[in-house]
């Protein structure tokens, strides 16, 4: 799954700023092993467990609003590849035609009632693990974002793209009021890509440095205390 030469890398890959991020990776080949096999144990359980709830979220996606149960998005990951994320809809049917591509404050007019309870819940991102168990995603890294913000990237930040991108991380938790944030912006979407995303992308890449198996599971316990707190 790891590219095992730099040269064998996308070639907008193949540059002196991404270099050190892939030598470190490259020494923790077993932590990144032990990461994946975590991945798909963790996944697994996780969804047996949250079967229950995932299935009465989906009746009521279904029976509150027009549209699909599912919401798709195409997002990038491993290598600059492309993956359709899985999530519970919390939109009106396409919104993403109807506003900026980042959701503005905690009651967006184009959140549902159903999606605004699955969104502070957090139900909604439940179906990820299907990613997780598929190897689109791992639990812990960089939240992997659309082309259109990717096209922004810095060749730096270009690293963050050596692993699979994270259901959650430590810019995801830095950032869990980031609705709130935009909010009152005059250009939400514009504000997103001068200030939040190179401070969100700093954090990953502080991440990518000193990748542990040990702190995506500080990482982890992190992510439910903040998921509780809300």
């Not at 600059?80 to 900026?100: C, E, H, L």
């Not at 591509?101 to 693990?129: A, C, S, Y």
Request: aromatic residues 12%; hydrophobic residues 45%.
């Amino acid at each position: 799954m790891y590219v095992k030469q730099f040269e064998k890398l996308p070639k907008d890959f193949q540059n002196e700023a991404v270099r050190p991020y892939f030598d470190y990776l490259r020494s923790r080949r077993g932590s990144l092993f032990a990461k994946r096999a975590m991945d798909i144990f963790a996944s697994f359980i996780l969804l047996i467990l949250m079967s229950p709830f995932m299935l009465a979220a989906a009746v009521a996606v279904k029976v509150s609003s027009k549209g699909p149960i599912f919401y798709l998005q195409k997002r990038v990951g491993i290598y600059g590849k492309p993956f359709s994320i899985y999530k519970f809809r919390t939109m009106v049917q396409n919104a993403d035609k109807m506003g900026a591509h980042v959701t503005v404050g905690e009651r967006d007019p184009r959140i549902t009632k159903v999606g605004h309870f699955l969104r502070v819940t957090r139900i909604d991102e439940f179906p990820q693990m299907l990613n997780v168990l598929k190897g689109d995603m791992t639990i812990i890294g960089t939240r992997p974002e659309v082309p259109r913000y990717v096209e922004k990237y810095t060749d730096e930040m270009k690293a963050t793209l050596l692993m699979q991108p994270g259901a959650s991380g430590a810019a995801s938790i830095e950032y869990s009021k980031e609705n709130e944030m935009l909010k009152d912006q005059a250009d939400p979407e514009q504000y997103y890509i001068d200030v939040i995303l190179p401070d969100k992308m700093a954090i990953n890449l502080k991440y990518l440095r000193s990748f542990s198996v040990w702190k995506d599971f500080v990482l982890i316990f992190r992510t439910v205390l903040c998921v509780f707190k809300k």
